[in-house]
């Protein structure tokens, strides 16, 4: 015997495409997701750090702030970097490249880091998918005058 599916009442029809067409926004909130790093060149006593961060996530990131510190041993646990910049948007999938220029570095052996939405707390000041991602470090490198 074949089973027939109930019939939905006219109502119920003309509210069917909407349900449809909302299901989609009943998925979890997007996010976005910044993540990168720095890459350190060497010319004498001047270093170039080249900054590259990429939202890999699913919103925009807005207004959010990024800091390099130049010559730290380990984690930054400061606030305050050597260089810092300010991005106003960040859409899914875009990226972003900055410079910063040190001049009359000394010589030796450092190392770079790079922290990606800065702020006063640990997940920074926009909420992501990946709170993991937002250092990148240490960036060896080394100067000889």
């Known amino acids: 015997m074949a089973r027939t599916l109930p019939l939905l009442p006219t109502c119920m029809l003309r509210l069917l495409p909407v349900l449809v067409l909302m299901a989609p926004l009943r998925s ?8 990168g790093c720095v890459d350190v060149s060497v010319e004498g006593s001047v270093v170039t750090f080249e900054v590259t961060i990429t939202n890999h996530g699913d ?7 990024w800091d390099v510190w130049y010559q ?8 305050f970097s050597d260089t810092n910049g300010e991005e106003w948007a960040l859409g899914p999938a875009e990226t972003v490249v900055r410079s910063a220029v040190w001049e ?3 010589s030796g052996a ?4 790079l922290q990606i939405d800065t702020w ?15 250092l990148c470090g ?3 490198y080394s100067v000889d005058n």
């Open 138 to 140: 240490p960036i060896a």
């Open 28 to 35: 979890a909130t997007a996010l976005p997701d910044l993540a």
């Open 110 to 113: 450092l190392a770079a880091w």
């Open 72 to 79: 730290l041993d380990a984690w930054p646990t400061q606030q």
């Open 120 to 134: 006063f707390s640990p997940q920074g000041l926009i909420p992501e998918s990946n709170e993991e991602n937002n």
């Open 59 to 65: 919103a925009v990131a807005s207004h959010f702030f």
């Open 104 to 106: 009359n570095a000394p």
